[in-house]
């Protein structure tokens, strides 16, 4: 349905079932904050009122999805779900080949194992923390080619996952294009707050990559987002819909990695999708090492049949265009308490701007870890540290990484949440941001090897 203008959206949906939310007190959040080492992954969903940890594997599924649930053939081998989710892919992504994961990583794994020899390096627009792992340990280096306002959480650019193409063009001169295997291209990218790559820098980026015989990895954990903002904000977009723009963009790249706890609606799942038949031939066979079979990779039959229902319903207008104007709806209504946030605002969250929230406290002791316990202590809302902590050490001299962009991202789930839910959670942040000034920061008292905001520890600052 065609929204009028000037007219509120609303979901397209209505509500079968519902599942209570615990509440609970300051003074008990206190204590779960401290057994939790004043991280939030650390915290139990029990002691949690809205969570807004992650946008992954927490949507709501359908009634359609749940009946899908109910026809998983659990056949070891050729499970007709499969077959389904396999003929999904090919209709609305294009993919010709395609390997279940039990989610995006192992998709990750599988293609850096593939393509990466030691030595080579990994153009990206912007790094996702496990993308960029799996390169590392395949013996590639990521370099960051994203577009420089990308890393300017005040710059209001409208397509903020662009690369830049000047940029890529001297490090495959400097390096050479045989030690390129790929770029990898993410459809609305994470890290820089959700913030959306144009038709046009991906038409550029197909260009000049084929030009010195490199392939572009998609990674399209959110592609139906960025092409619902590419229809909203591109010339000659206007029109297309969200299932066409999708298309168009897959069809410019050469594989893809898919972490389908996001756009695509499920729990759990993922997969590689590939067109070359050799990179296939050898993902199909690594996946019975680190998966399972090539005809289920990680995931149940059923697990597959919800995903396949998923994908149809995600590229859905109307399903797009109230996802992204709930999260919408959340960031302006922080913009006008003058909270300070990146801008424009994401798709998939609001990321709150812990350097300027926080401008006292050094990024020594980690203000956007501090910024997501402190909103926690105030209402209950989890949200996650998007800053030093998730960028880790400098694998060669072991120092943090000191990202420009130090944020606490409010992650907004596909379908679970209502608009009251978003009034209360501004109230909170728009509260603990007026007494920021309180707020001194963590030290981090245990830290693990990998991927270390996952687990690591804090204590506050006295
Ligand atoms: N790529 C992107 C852009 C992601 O956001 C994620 C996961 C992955 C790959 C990895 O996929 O979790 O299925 O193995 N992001 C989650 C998040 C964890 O909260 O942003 P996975």
């Known amino acids: 349905m065609k929204r009028i203008k ?24 206190e204590k779960f904050l401290m057994d ?13 009122y809205i969570d807004l940890l992650t946008d992954s594997g927490t949507s709501a ?8 649930i109910m026809m998983g053939d659990e056949s070891y081998a050729g499970s007709e779900n499969f077959y389904h989710l396999e003929e999904t892919v090919q209709n609305y992504y294009g993919y010709k080949h395609i390997i279940p994961t039990h989610q995006g990583r192992a998709a990750e794994h599988i293609i850096s194992q593939i393509l990466i020899k030691k030595g080579d390096f990994l153009p990206g627009n912007m790094y996702f923390t496990t993308t ?8 590639g280096t990521f370099v960051d080619v994203i577009v420089d306002e990308a890393h300017d959480a005040n710059s209001e650019f409208k397509f903020k996952g662009n690369i830049n193409l000047e940029k890529l063009e001297n490090l495959i001169k400097e390096k050479g294009a045989d030690k390129i295997p790929y770029v990898c291209m993410a459809t609305t990218v994470n890290m820089a707050g959700g913030q959306p790559i144009s038709m046009q820098n991906l038409k550029e ?55 389908a706890k996001k756009d695509a609606l499920v729990n759990i799942g993922g997969f590689l ?43 859905n207008d109307d399903h797009i265009q109230a996802r992204v104007g709930q999260v919408m709806y959340l960031g302006n209504k922080l913009i006008q308490a003058g909270v300070p946030v990146v801008k424009p605002i994401g798709t998939h969250g609001v990321f709150l701007n812990a350097r300027e929230i926080l401008p006292h406290v050094s990024q020594d ?43 606490v991202r409010l992650t907004i789930p596909r379908r679970v949440y209502t608009q009251a839910h978003m009034d209360v959670i501004a109230e909170s942040v728009e509260y603990v941001y007026q007494n920021a ?26």
Request: proline residues 3%.
């Open 365 to 407: 002791n980690f203000p956007a870890q501090a910024l997501a316990a402190e909103i926690y202590l105030d209402s209950g809302v989890r949200a996650m540290e998007r800053g030093v902590v998730s960028a880790g050490r400098n694998i060669k001299t072991g120092l943090h990484n000191y990202p420009k962009l130090e944020l």
């Open 132 to 139: 960029r792992l799996h390169q590392e340990l395949a013996g």
């Open 61 to 68: 599924m359908s009634d359609r999805q749940w009946a899908g």
């Open 437 to 462: 000034h309180k707020i001194k920061g963590l030290k981090m008292v245990y830290e693990p090897k990998y991927l270390r905001f996952f687990q690591a520890r804090f204590e506050p600052v006295i």
């Open 6 to 29: 000037n007219r509120s959206w609303a979901e397209p949906y209505k509500i079968k079932m519902v599942e209570p939310l615990f509440m609970n007190t300051r003074q008990q959040r």
């Open 36 to 48: 939790a080492g004043y991280n939030t992954f650390l915290l139990k969903s029990r002691d949690v």
């Open 273 to 315: 999708a590939v067109n070359d038949y050799a990179v296939f031939e050898k993902a199909r066979n690594m996946v019975v090492i680190y998966e399972g079979l090539h005809t289920y990779g990680g995931m149940a039959g059923r697990d597959m049949e919800a995903l396949a229902i998923g994908i149809t319903e995600s590229v």
């Open 205 to 259: 980026l197909r260009k000049l990559t084929s030009k010195y015989g490199i392939k572009i990895i998609h990674d399209m954990t959110r592609v139906a987002e960025n092409a619902y903002m590419i229809q909203q904000l591109e010339e000659g977009y206007a029109k297309k819909t969200c299932a066409e723009i999708v298309r168009e963009i897959c069809d410019l790249t050469d594989a893809a990695t898919m972490s």
